[in-house]
DNA sequence: CTAAATACTATTG
DNA sequence: CAATAGTATTTAG
């Protein structure tokens, strides 16, 4: 997945007024739901538990299902509030190979005290394929939740070299 | 506007 | 360990 990625915010209204009508498609291993002029909204994996959930989120608006190829260079549009943005575009910062607690990210986003908001935030991430919120755990070092199960976010994790087993050091 | 819910944390017993 | 209160913010009614 070596996408450029630009990332443009909205907030919620001004999504729904400026796009009443969305695109969405299966292409490949990829589900994904654009603006009609081609601006990515949301992505998941197409094995994705709770695919049909990403599409509830969009209820307001008109879902057309269209062909969609997957550009090279993805320009995100990303309708959230303003912490919700704060906290994502945190998370583009966390550098690969290293972890953040809650803690940690809520710091960065001068709220230490948010962080039962800001670990709300990271859950609301509609494109988590892009955002790397599974650098993202505990405290204490437990894993916390993944939208595609904690297997999937501790593999992640040990391909990009972090040392799980020293993380979980009270888990299990 | 109010009340409920949260992919958390720190503090108890 | 587990239960619980506390925190800030979003959502739903």
């Known amino acids: 997945m070596n996408h450029q990625i630009h ?17 969405y498609d ?21 094995s994705f538990p709770h695919s049909e959930n990403l599409l509830n989120r969009y ?21 959230g509030t303003p912490l919700q943005q704060q906290v994502w575009k945190a998370l583009l910062e966390i550098p ?10 809520a710091t960065h986003v001068k709220k230490p005290k948010a962080v039962r908001a800001i670990a709300n935030a990271v859950g609301a991430n509609p ?3 892009l955002i790397p919120c599974h650098r993202i755990i505990r405290n204490n070092g437990l894993i916390g939740g993944y939208y595609w199960g904690v297997e999937e ?20």
């Open 7 to 23: 990332l443009q915010f909205t907030s919620k209204k001004d999504f729904l007024k400026s796009y009443p009508t969305l695109h």
């Open 26 to 46: 299966v292409s490949g291993e990829w589900f994904i739901v654009t603006t009609p002029d081609a601006k990515v909204c949301a992505l998941a994996l197409v």
């Open 59 to 79: 209820q307001k608006h008109k879902l057309v299902k269209t062909k969609i190829e997957l550009p090279f260079s993805l320009h995100c549009l990303l309708a």
């Open 96 to 105: 690969k190979g290293s972890v953040w607690s809650y803690q940690q990210l």
């Open 127 to 129: 494109i988590s394929p």
């Open 153 to 172: 976010k501790l593999k992640l994790l040990k391909e990009e070299g972090v040392n799980v087993a020293a993380l979980k050091k009270t888990f299990i």
